[in-house]
């Protein structure tokens, strides 16, 4: 496991947003993240990537207990966060956005100081297409890209960026089923390249064909955290349909 959580819980004031948490994500490997709305998916991202800390539990990285103090701490262990609004400047060109807030690690690119245009576009364009990302001109602006090609690019740069865990945050909600198999092709690549990705969703038909583990939130708790041999799609989609009556199920249990 590059990143590990146990038992991690959070609250806001009144607020138990998360209880008891535990997941991970090896190399190579994709984890889901399943739960509808206020189950504690951005929650525990937010504490993954040094948004939020938790209150309770350990979050491990590499092995090692953390307790990560921001998002460039998380940054500089090499967890990335691809969030929804994706931080880009849609009237930038491609290549602009590629770089953009993003300082070179290792002084990969110490020539962008200067400006180094040519590099950088040369640099954008090479990426793009190892991740097998077909733009036709990176000097267009990133608005006139559609929302599955703008996550893929997202992508692309914090893998260029030196990220061994990606998070996403929901990529394809937003997006109709032709750019969510994009988006879900790109997160493939990235996992083939080596990286954990945490693949925050919805929807168990996204995250089923990419996972490789599967964690369920509903309301805060946890309703397990299943290897793909041990669960199919239509166990993985009524658990999410189920969830409230499950844990309505427990209550009336724990009442008797
Ligand atoms: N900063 C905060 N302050 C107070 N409450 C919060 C805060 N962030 C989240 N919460 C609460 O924690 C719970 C979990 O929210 P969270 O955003 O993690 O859910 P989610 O699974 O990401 O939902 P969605 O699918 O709608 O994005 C909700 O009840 C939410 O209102
Ligand atoms: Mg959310």
Avoid at 38 to 58: C, E, F, M, P, R
Avoid at 146 to 153: A, H, L, N, P
Avoid at 209 to 232: C, H, M, Q
Wanted: hydrophobic share 40%; glycine share 12%; with cysteine.
């Amino acid at each position: 496991m590059i990143l590990e959580t146990r038992g991690i819980g959070k609250t806001f004031g009144s607020v138990l947003a998360l209880r008891e948490v535990s997941m991970g994500v090896a190399a190579g490997q994709v984890t889901c993240v399943l739960g509808d709305n206020g189950a504690g998916k951005s929650t525990l991202i937010k504490i993954l990537s040094g948004v939020h800390q938790h209150d309770t539990g350990a979050y491990l990285v590499d092995g090692k207990e953390v307790r990560l103090s921001s998002p460039r701490d998380a940054l500089d262990r090499g967890i990335a966060t691809v969030y929804q609004d994706l931080a880009m400047i849609p009237l930038m060109s491609v290549w602009r956005n590629f770089f953009l807030g993003s300082e070179p690690r290792k002084g990969l690119l110490p020539g962008l100081k200067a400006f180094d245009v040519a590099k950088a576009r040369r640099v954008a364009r090479e990426e793009l297409r190892a991740m097998g990302i077909d733009i036709r001109d990176v000097d267009q602006p990133v608005g006139t890209l559609s929302g599955g090609e703008r996550q893929s690019v997202a992508i692309a740069r914090a893998v260029y960026f030196g990220a061994r865990v990606l998070i996403l945050d929901e990529p394809t909600s937003a997006l109709g089923v032709k750019q969510a198999g994009v988006v879900l092709r790109y997160i493939a690549r990235a996992r083939d390249r080596g990286l954990g990705v945490i693949f925050i969703t919805h929807n168990p038909h996204h995250a089923y064909p990419v996972g490789d583990r599967f964690l369920l939130l509903n309301r805060g708790t946890t309703l397990g955290e299943y290897a793909k041999a041990d669960i199919t799609t239509q166990e993985l989609t009524a658990l999410m349909a189920g969830g409230a009556e499950l844990e309505q199920l427990t209550h009336e249990l724990e009442r008797e």
